[in-house]
């Protein structure tokens, strides 16, 4: 059973910074890519960055990037998402996920594990 354990969400005023961490465990984590998504409400769940299984490779979503940095540490099985000069539009649920491959991926469909979401509040 695999499991991903967002944390380091929370309320922050615009321009500010936050870092999100995604632990993970049961799966051998540097074997794969992973991801993050968000979700604000009344809107589809969308990609954020993803890392390729080595750290080596990302890419992200054209509203994030210049802003957020994802990286990971596969000695400590945990990703994260450095995100600066946050903006209100920032504000969603925010989920990591393991892909089953080792590339990048931007759809969801490519990811077959994820996390419970933390909550990124960005006020104006």
């Known amino acids: 059973q695999v499991q991903l354990v967002e944390s380091g969400g929370g309320l922050v005023q615009a321009g500010g910074s936050l870092r999100l961490s995604c632990a993970a465990s049961g799966r051998i984590f540097s074997a794969y890519a992973m991801g993050w998504f968000r979700q604000a409400p009344g809107k589809e769940r969308e990609f954020v960055a993803t890392?390729?299984?080595?750290?080596?490779?990302?890419y992200y979503a054209d509203s994030v990037k210049g802003r957020f940095t994802i990286s990971r540490d596969n000695a400590r099985n945990t990703a994260y998402l450095q995100m600066n000069s946050l903006k209100p539009e920032d504000t969603a649920v925010y989920y990591c996920?393991?892909?089953?491959?080792?590339?990048?991926?931007?759809?969801?469909?490519?990811?077959?594990?994820w996390g419970q979401g933390t909550q990124v509040t960005v006020s104006s």
């Open positions: 890392i390729s299984w080595s750290g080596g490779n990302t």
């Open positions: 996920a393991t892909a089953w491959g080792r590339d990048l991926y931007t759809s969801y469909t490519y990811y077959n594990y």
